[in-house]
């Protein structure tokens, strides 16, 4: 006896996945309400940095920005590891191979590659996509007469 959309529910139902879904599945384990917290997050960490490094360490222009910089890169890796262990021993990986370069200043923009790399193959594609539209200006910012390689 065949059942047109029978009781067993066999075939896959065309209307289940909408966009609210697929983008869900790409949040990692963030929630909608967590996307203020992040940018916040950043802003906060940016701006402490620079604070820092002008007053507490005396750096000027580029130097000041550049230590903003590791302070917003910081933020936004313990943003995306929150408390997941297995994120976490990640992001110090990253952080030890960006550290054993052997170059006199470890790359912040290398670092941050590797966050986003970290962030979207954990399944938080969409967060880390929300959290570069204030993160890249942050990087222009700081890196703003830098040489490029």
């Not at 896959?12 to 990692?28: F, Q, R, T, V, W």
């Not at 580029?62 to 933020?75: C, G, K, V």
Request: neutral net charge; glycine residues 10%.
């Amino acid at each position: 006896m065949a059942h047109e959309g029978g009781w067993l529910a066999l075939e896959p139902k065309l209307d289940s996945m909408d966009i609210k879904g697929a983008i869900a599945d790409h949040m990692g384990h963030f929630s909608v309400y967590d996307i203020p917290n992040l940018l916040f997050v950043l802003v906060a960490a940016l701006v402490f940095g620079y604070l820092a490094a002008r007053w507490g360490a005396g750096r000027q222009g580029a130097e000041a920005r550049h230590d903003a910089l590791w302070a917003a890169t910081a933020a936004l890796a313990a943003a995306l590891v929150r408390s997941q262990l297995p994120l976490a021993t990640l992001v110090l990986a990253a952080a030890v191979l960006v550290g054993r370069r052997g170059d006199a200043r470890p790359d912040t923009t290398l670092l941050t590659m590797l966050l986003i790399g970290i962030g979207c193959g954990s399944g938080a594609s969409v967060i880390v996509g929300i959290a570069l539209v204030l993160f890249i200006p942050i990087m222009r910012w700081a890196l703003r007469g830098e040489k490029q390689a």
